[in-house]
C-alpha cells in the first residue's frame, strides 16, 4: 500500500508548507488516526504515548480550521505542566506560521497583566495550565463564547497532579458546541469518567505503545551499589560518550548533588527541577535544545511531553518509583525515528521498582556490566574532545521555520491609535512587498511588533526610513527576540 501523504487530507498551502520546511514528510501513526476525524470534528480520545508526533496530529487540524479573521481564541488547549504549555504553543506556532496562527501560553509564575495585554489581542490559541487557566477565566480576562475546540493533552498527568477538578470546572464554562479531544498516555477510570460525562460519542484510539518511541530505544540496566552510582556514571558517560544526555533523579538534592561531581569534572552540563525559578527553567530547556551544553541533570519535571529534538542517552541515575515515569523520561529519546539509547542504575533494593516497571513495559530489561576500566581509559580521549567542543543541534525546527522571518518593532501602539490595518496598508503598499509577507502584528500601548516574512525584513527596515503609519513618523528596527 502507498504510504500516507499529508496531502492527503487537503491541507490548505500555508499548513503544507509549514510542514515541508519541519520536515514533517510522512503521517505518524497517531496523526494518520488523529488528523481526519479532527478535520470532521469528532470528539475523540487518545491514548498515545509522547514522541509518537501526538502534538502534531492536533495541531495540525486545529491550525487547518481556525478562523485567521476571528479575534477571540477558538482553540483552548490544557497541559499539566508550564514546560508541555511552552513547547505546544511553539509547535502549533511552528505549523500555523505561514496562515499567521497566533497561539499563546498562560501559565503560572509569570506576571498575569503581561498576559492580560497579550489576550487583549487577537489570539487563536490559548494553551494553559488549569490553574492559571480558571485565573484568567475567573477574572474575564479569557473570553470563551468562540472557543470551538477543546484539547486536553496528557490527561493522565493532570489527574496524578490532582488538577482533574480544574479541568472539570473550566469545561463548565465552555460553549458545549465544541469539539473536545482528549490525549493521555493510560486512561484511569477517572479520566474515563471525565470524558463520557463531557464529550459526545469520542471515538476511542490507541496506538500501540511500541510505535515510534519504543522500537527505537535500546535499554539496558546495571545492578550497583548507591554509593557507587557516581564512579559509575562517570565511566557510563566516558564509554557512551554521547552527543547529548539526560540524567534523571528522584529528587532534586540528587540533582544538585550529581550536577556538582560533573561540574567539578568539567562537564558541560545544567540542572534543571522543580526548586528552580521558572525563568531558570525555561533558560535551561533553551539552552539544551540550542546545545549549549551536553549533559542535562533533571528530575521528572523535564520528563514529560518536553520535545528536545535529539537527545542521544537517557541514564535514569535512580529508578523512577511510578512505572508510567519510566516510559517518559526513556521516552526523551529515540524520537521521531532517532536511535537512542536508556540506561538504569538500580541498586538492588530498587529492584522491586524495576520489575513492575518491566511487567508494565511488557519485557525485560537486559542487565549491562559496569564498563572495564580499561575500555574506559582508552575511550578517554575521545570523551576529552566532544565534551571541550560544542554540540551541533541537528535539526532545531523553529530556527527553520523562522529563518526567513524578521520581527519588526516600531515605537508606536494603542497610545497613537494605530490598528493592525494601520499597519498592513503602509507595509503592503512598499514596492516589492505585499499583504502576504506581513505575519503576525502584536500592537502593546507604545509599541508594536510585526513579522515581516519572506526574507523581506530589510526591505521593509529600509522603506519605513521615508515613510509614515496613519501619518505618524515611527523608529523601526529590529526586534531582539
Ligand atoms: P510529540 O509526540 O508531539 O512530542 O512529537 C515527537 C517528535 O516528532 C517531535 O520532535 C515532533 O516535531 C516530531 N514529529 C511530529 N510529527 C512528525 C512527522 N509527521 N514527521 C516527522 N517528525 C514528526
Known amino acids: 500500500m502507498r504510504e500516507k501523504n499529508f496531502k492527503d487530507y487537503h491541507l490548505s498551502e500555508e499548513i503544507t508548507r509549514a ?48 478562523e485567521w479573521e476571528e479575534k ?20 502549533i506556532t511552528n505549523i500555523g506560521r505561514f496562515k499567521r496562527i497566533k497561539a499563546m501560553a498562560v501559565y503560572g509564575k509569570e506576571p498575569f497583566s503581561k498576559q492580560k495585554e497579550e489576550l487583549k489581542q487577537k489570539t487563536h490559541v490559548v494553551v494553559g495550565t488549569p490553574g492559571r487557566t480558571m485565573d484568567h477565566i475567573e477574572r474575564g480576562t479569557l473570553e470563551l463564547d468562540k472557543i470551538k475546540f477543546l484539547i486536553i493533552d496528557e490527561a493522565d498527568e493532570m489527574l496524578n497532579m ?7 470546572a473550566i469545561i463548565k464554562e465552555l460553549p458545549k458546541d465544541r469539539v473536545t479531544m482528549v490525549f493521555s498516555a493510560t486512561l484511569p477510570k477517572d479520566v474515563d469518567n471525565l470524558c463520557h460525562q463531557y464529550m459526545k460519542n469520542p471515538i476511542p484510539i490507541e496506538i500501540a505503545a511500541d510505535g515510534v518511541t519504543t522500537n527505537t ?8 551499589k548507591e554509593d557507587d552510582k557516581i564512579s559509575l556514571l562517570k565511566d557510563v558517560t566516558v564509554v557512551e560518550n554521547p552527543d547529548s544526555c539526560i540524567i534523571f533523579c528522584r529528587t532534586k538534592e540528587n540533582v544538585e548533588s550529581v550536577y556538582a561531581e560533573l561540574e567539578n569534572d ?22 539544551f535544545k540550542a546545545g549549549n551544553f551536553r549533559y542535562l541533570v533533571a528530575t521528572d ?40 539509547k536508556a540506561i538504569t542504575f538500580a541498586t538492588p533494593y530498587e529492584g522491586k521498582f524495576l520489575k513492575a516497571i518491566e511487567r508494565y513495559i511488557g519485557f525485560e530489561i537486559p542487565a549491562m556490566d559496569v564498563p572495564k576500566q580499561e575500555v574506559v581509559t582508552s575511550g578517554k580521549a575521545a570523551f576529552e574532545e566532544k565534551i571541550s567542543g560544542r ?91
Open 391 to 481: 554540540r551541533v543541534v541537528r535539526n532545531n525546527k523553529t530556527a527553520r521555520i523562522n529563518k526567513d522571518i524578521t520581527k519588526l518593532h516600531f515605537s508606536g501602539g494603542k497610545k497613537k491609535k494605530l490598528r493592525a490595518v494601520d499597519f498592513v496598508g503602509t507595509i503592503s503598499n512598499i514596492p516589492g512587498v505585499t499583504a502576504d509577507d506581513i505575519g503576525i502584528i502584536t500592537i502593546q500601548d507604545n509599541l508594536t511588533y510585526v513579522d515581516i516574512l519572506n526574507g523581506k525584513g530589510s526591505i521593509v527596515i529600509q522603506a519605513m526610513e521615508n515613510t509614515t503609519v496613519k501619518g505618524k513618523k515611527l523608529k523601526v528596527s529590529q526586534a531582539l527576540k
Open 217 to 224: 530505544i535500546e535499554h539496558a540496566v546495571i545492578e550497583v
Open 72 to 91: 477571540k481564541p477558538q482553540t483552548l488547549v490544557l497541559t499539566p505542566t508550564r514546560e508541555l504549555a511552552v513547547q505546544v504553543r511553539e509547535d
Open 266 to 287: 568539567n562537564y558541560t552540563c545544567e540542572r534543571l527541577h522543580g526548586g528552580l525559578d521558572q525563568e531558570d527553567r525555561f533558560a535551561v530547556m533553551d539552552g
Open 162 to 168: 490532582g488538577f482533574i477538578d480544574e479541568v472539570e
Open 301 to 340: 519535571v523535564a520528563a514529560r511531553g518536553i520535545d528536545i529534538d535529539y537527545v542521544s542517552l537517557i541514564i535514569n541515575y535512580d529508578v523512577p518509583m511510578e512505572k508510567e515515569g519510566y516510559v517518559h523520561r526513556t521516552g526523551r529519546t529515540g524520537r521521531a525515528g532517532n536511535q537512542g
Open 19 to 66: 510542514l515541508t520546511v519541519l520536515k514533517y514528510n510522512h503521517p505518524t501513526e497517531v496523526q494518520k488516526e488523529v488528523i481526519p476525524k479532527a478535520l470532521e470534528k469528532f470528539d475523540m480520545i487518545v491514548k498515545s504515548q509522547t514522541g509518537s508526533g501526538k502534538t502534531a496530529s492536533f495541531a495540525i487540524p486545529i491550525c487547518e480550521m481556525m
